[in-house]
């Protein structure tokens, strides 16, 4: 059963940074996405960035949203079985409850191409 956990979310001024993790169990990485997606109230739900992982650990791409490209990175450690969000110079239109997703296909941008899904994780940027 696949599982995925995200942490690392919380209250930040405008500036600022976070890192949010997305540990997973019982998923294994190989030509599919991991990626990280945002809704806000009243909002749908956005790709924000995405990793896709070749046939080869070392063969990866990224993807990131117009919106976040230079201040957010996406990074994955297969030992740990962890992905994460780096994210600076938070903006008050970066807060949104983050969710983690896993199994989708490159782009790394649409939800409906993905499995499996975690509960989410609140940022909260204030100005």
């Known amino acids: 059963q696949v599982q995925l956990v995200e942490s690392g979310g919380g209250s930040v001024q405008a500036g600022g940074s976070l890192r949010l993790s997305c540990a997973t169990s019982?998923?294994?990485?190989?030509?599919?996405?991991m990626g990280w997606f945002r809704q806000a109230p009243g909002k749908e739900r956005e790709g924000v960035a995405g990793?896709?992982?070749?046939?080869?650990?070392?063969?990866?791409?990224?993807y990131y949203a117009d919106s976040v490209k230079g201040r957010f990175t996406i990074s994955q450690d297969n030992a740990k079985n962890t992905v994460y969000l780096h994210m600076n110079t938070l903006r008050p239109e970066d807060t949104a409850m983050y969710y983690c997703?896993?199994?989708?296909?490159?782009?790394?941008?649409?939800?409906?191409?993905?499995?499996?899904w975690g509960q989410g994780t609140q940022v909260t940027v204030s100005s």
């Open positions: 019982g998923y294994t990485y190989g030509r599919n996405c």
């Open positions: 997703a896993a199994g989708g296909s490159w782009p790394c941008s649409r939800t409906s191409t993905y499995n499996y």
């Open positions: 990793i896709y992982t070749g046939s080869d650990s070392t063969d990866q791409s990224t």
